[in-house]
């Protein structure tokens, strides 16, 4: 699975943006699906994830009722809705993609995209 995460760059604090991540494959509907980030001379972390069906998902405690993941499973494509976004959620945004039913460890992520840039001034 090829995965081309997009939509990230520079807003003010308090702003949104919404990521978007896009799969090449149709095996992409039985996938979880996970947004993870890095920022500058830190460790990634987990963000949020989405089960196959997205009957399970799970955020950051720091990103709950901030940011929302969804997922269009016939657009092939995952989505992170970042609201009211902080100085602090500035880093390099990851999705990747697991066969197991949910998890927020990225060892246990096969597939990951490239990376989109979100930086939040204060």
């Known amino acids: 699975v090829q995965l081309q995460a997009s939509g990230g760059g520079l807003v003010q604090a308090g702003g949104s943006l919404r990521l978007s991540c896009a799969a090449s494959e149709r095996t992409f509907s039985s996938h979880t699906m996970g947004w993870f980030r890095q920022a500058p001379g830190q460790v990634r972390e987990f963000v949020a994830y989405?089960?196959?069906?997205?009957?399970?998902?799970s955020y950051k405690n720091s990103v709950r009722g901030r940011f929302t993941i969804s997922r269009d499973n016939a657009r092939n494509t995952v989505y992170l809705q970042m609201n009211s976004l902080k100085p602090e959620d500035t880093a390099l945004y990851y999705c990747?993609?697991?066969?197991?039913?949910?998890?927020?460890?990225?060892?246990?992520?096969?597939?990951w995209g490239q990376g989109t840039l979100v930086t939040v001034s204060s």
């Open positions: 990747a993609a697991t066969l197991r039913t949910s998890s927020a460890n990225e060892n246990d992520y096969n597939y």
């Open positions: 989405i089960s196959a069906f997205g009957d399970i998902i």
